[in-house]
């Protein structure tokens, strides 16, 4: 059974940094596109940020200069820097992966943001 599993979320002050991971257990050649969407408090889904398999990169303008997102294709992983945290990123933070075309989601992690 495919999986997606995330770690790396946590409460943090404003200013700080967090990284999250995000491990995918398909398979590794169908993998295209693995992202990181965020859904904070009341609010719907949003994309984050997302990496083409080639390592091109996509973010939304609010976290750009921020965050950074980076994959490593031989352990199918995805990883999401986040540096200067503000108290709008607190959201539930999912993992997004694009494998044959069939789009997979971690279960969430939580980022809490303190002022």
């Known amino acids: 059974q495919v999986q997606v599993v995330e770690s790396g979320g946590g409460s943090v002050q404003a200013g700080g940094s967090l990284r999250l991971s995000c491990a995918f257990s398909?398979?590794?050649?169908?993998?295209?596109?693995m992202g990181w969407y965020r859904q904070p408090p009341g609010k719907q889904r949003e994309l984050v940020a997302a990496?083409?398999?080639?390592?091109?990169?996509d973010y939304a303008d609010s976290v750009t200069g921020r965050f950074s997102i980076s994959r490593d294709n031989a352990k199918n992983t995805v990883y999401l820097q986040m540096n200067s945290l503000k108290p709008e990123d607190t959201a539930v933070y999912y993992c997004?992966?694009?494998?044959?075309?069939?789009?997979?989601w971690g279960q969430g992690t939580q980022v809490t943001v303190s002022s």
């Open positions: 997004n992966v694009v494998n044959w075309g069939d789009h997979y």
């Open positions: 398909g398979s590794r050649v169908g993998i295209s596109t």
């Open positions: 990496i083409g398999r080639g390592g091109s990169t």
